[in-house]
């Protein structure tokens, strides 16, 4: 890393919006809207198209960079 390289990273954010019925919860990675899940796997997996690896339902559940709306990673 380069001096002055940690200033230019930025934490990621993913905010999972009041799920509404029929059509999930709408989610926007860095306030960007990039799809709807309906459970934490559908989450899961639009964060992995976005560039998160790794991740499965419990990481994401516990994820720090999620912010939950309308309830937590329990209500879909």
Do not use: F, H, N
């Amino acid at each position: 890393m380069v001096a002055g390289d940690a200033c230019r990273m930025t934490e990621r954010s993913v905010t999972v919006c009041p799920p509404v019925k029929g059509e999930g919860r709408q989610v926007r990675v860095d306030g960007e809207p990039v799809g709807a899940a309906s459970s934490l796997r559908g989450l899961a997996e639009i964060m992995r198209r976005a560039g998160w690896v790794g991740l499965d339902e419990i990481d994401v559940a516990d994820s720090p960079v999620i912010e939950w709306y309308g309830g937590g990673p329990e209500v879909w």
